[in-house]
């Protein structure tokens, strides 16, 4: 079965910066697409970020765009979620996904593409 962890969620004052961190100890990340998305409370879940397998390649939601950076470390086989200048309307579950097409090249926004899951964590942001 495959294994996806995230880690890094917590609780941070607005305009504060935090760290995601995705990795799995089945998959080779380094291999795979990975997506990061999230969901708040009453809400649907929604796309955040996603990186080609080779790195270069991201893709953001308009609304995390300039304060999020999706990057990732092929060595430690982890993909990161750098998150700055958080608002309280970035407070969700982050959930980490990974697009089980092998070396794919283009970079999918759509939560139905992802086809591993982790069990998520919780962000958030106070005002």
């Known amino acids: 079965q495959v294994q996806v962890v995230e880690s890094g969620g917590g609780l941070v004052q607005a305009g504060d910066s935090l760290r995601l961190s995705c990795e799995s100890s089945?998959?080779?990340?380094?291999?795979?697409?990975v997506g990061w998305f999230r969901q708040g409370s009453g809400k649907e879940r929604e796309f955040v970020a996603a990186?080609?397998?080779?790195?270069?390649?991201?893709r953001y939601a308009n609304s995390v765009k300039a304060r999020f950076t999706i990057s990732r470390d092929k060595v430690k086989e982890t993909v990161y979620l750098q998150m700055n200048t958080l608002k309280p309307e970035d407070t969700a579950v982050y959930y980490c996904?990974?697009?089980?097409?092998?070396?794919?090249?283009?970079?999918?926004?759509?939560?139905?593409?992802?086809?591993?899951w982790g069990q998520g964590t919780q962000v958030t942001v106070a005002s």
């Open positions: 996904a990974v697009d089980r097409r092998y070396l794919a090249d283009d970079v999918r926004d759509k939560d139905y593409e992802y086809a591993d």
């Open positions: 089945t998959l080779p990340l380094s291999s795979y697409n």
């Open positions: 990186i080609k397998w080779r790195g270069g390649i991201t």
